[in-house]
């Protein structure tokens, strides 16, 4: 009995086969993503330029992140300042205490900012105005808005909301350095979990690429 015809079909088998290659393909690492767009380094730079030396160490490095990094940290920047004040003006209002900051100038600058956007709005009458000569004498009698303001009880009531404000914002001001170092801190997370899947969904709804 002869085996060359399983033999030569065994060889017609392998004859149609291909050596098996290998090939190794080396991945290369993602590119980093594009820095941010002018405008937001351009705001980013100008609050930089604002602040303190010892400050900007924290600040400065973001003026070369990507878009979503500004865009996050500028948020959350606001966020701890609005927040705060909120809470404190609330706090202030129903524990009827105010701490005395009248001699910050952070105060008075936000006194009269808030009393012009409150008349503007219609929100406090023409003639309500903080009597800041009373506020400065040293008097420690009575609660700050009976010195602040002499007058009818809306009068009062808006004197009061604007110290409230002031006096929340005053505060805030003060904790600049920690908002800072907590804004940065933040700022990845931030970035990765909030901003940048809000931003995807909104590019996919709204259909821009």
């Given at each position: 009995m002869s085996t060359q015809r399983p033999i030569l079909r065994l060889t017609n088998i392998f004859s149609h086969l291909k050596?098996?290659?290998?090939?190794?393909?080396?991945?290369?690492?993602?590119?980093?993503?594009?820095?941010?767009?002018?405008?937001?380094?351009?705001?980013l730079q100008k609050f930089n330029d604002r602040l303190p030396p010892f400050m900007r160490a924290y600040t400065t490095p973001l003026l070369g992140a990507p878009a979503t990094h500004v865009t996050s940290f500028l948020i959350l920047h606001e966020f701890t300042a609005i927040v705060p004040i909120v809470?404190?003006?609330?706090?202030?209002?129903?524990g009827n205490w105010l701490p005395d900051l009248t001699a910050s100038e952070s105060f008075q600058m936000a006194t009269q900012r808030f009393q012009r956007w409150l008349r503007k709005?219609?929100?406090?009458?023409?003639?309500t105005e903080v009597d800041f000569a009373s506020l400065q004498e040293g008097e420690e009698e009575g609660p700050l808005t009976e010195r602040a303001v002499a007058?009818?009880?809306?009068?009062?009531?808006?004197?009061?909301?604007?110290?409230?404000?002031?006096?929340?914002y005053?505060?805030?001001k003060f904790l600049l350095p920690l908002r800072i170092a907590a804004s940065v801190w933040a700022t990845p997370w931030f970035a990765r979990v909030v901003f940048g899947p809000l931003r995807n969904r909104a590019r996919a709804i709204f259909g821009k690429k």
């Open positions: 050596p098996f290659s290998r090939r190794y393909t080396s991945t290369s690492p993602p590119p980093p993503p594009p820095p941010a767009p002018k405008n937001l380094r351009a705001r809470g404190l003006m609330a706090a202030f209002h129903y709005k219609g929100w406090a009458d023409a003639d007058g009818s009880d809306t009068q009062m009531a808006g004197v009061r909301l604007v110290l409230e404000y002031a006096t929340a005053t505060v805030v």
